[in-house]
């Protein structure tokens, strides 16, 4: 499969209406940590956060479908506006297909961002298979477009902001922080911007 050009990528963006994404090696850059009392512990970076936030405010869900269960992801996305987390399995096309369902939505309108190859087989269903710059070679070869940053750096941030640079979004995004600065918005980023 060849990489899309930018203006490709920045096209199929215009049409997805649906962002999944994995946790290990996409959302963190795929280290589990334990602690000396056995408990996972897992590195999340803010500016992901925010991107789940501003995923909602331009009204794009977002999906985390990820092999493993851990209580440290599902404590991450207690906090965070997510449409559905779905834990420990490892077949991510039928958990996509059920959101999909539900929303209305085709696989030409999602777009994907997995890292291993584990997500390879949602990476060919989608309309946008999106890869981190640190993912598996063989994950790179089957992407439409692999992010400038590695899993866990903000990878699905620099997505999400793509999506809103391809809807000519960015006035909405702005006048929310703009507005919250003053007090007045509850939709827009909430604890993810320090």
Known sequence: MALLSRSQYQERLQNVRLLVTDVDGVLTDGS????EQNVETKQFHVRDGSGFYIARLI???LVVITARSSAAVAR???????????????DKVTACADVQRQLGIDDRQVAYMGDDL?????????????????AHPLVRQQADWITGLAGGKGALR??????????????RVM????????????????????
Do not use: C, K, M
């Not at 006048?175 to 320090?194: H, I, K, L, P």
């Open 175 to 194: 006048n929310d922080y703009e507005t919250r600065q003053g007090g007045a918005s509850d939709v827009g980023f909430g604890r993810e911007a320090d």
């Open 118 to 134: 584990v997500d390879l087989p949602l990476l060919r269903r989608v309309g946008v298979a999106i890869t981190v710059a640190d």
């Open 76 to 90: 991450r996305f207690s906090e965070l506006p997510v449409h559905a987390l779905v834990q420990g399995t490892f």
């Open 32 to 35: 589990i940590y334990y602690t």
């Open 158 to 171: 620099e997505v999400v902001d793509d999506i809103v640079s391809a809807r000519g979004l960015w006035d």
């Open 59 to 61: 009204d794009l869900p």
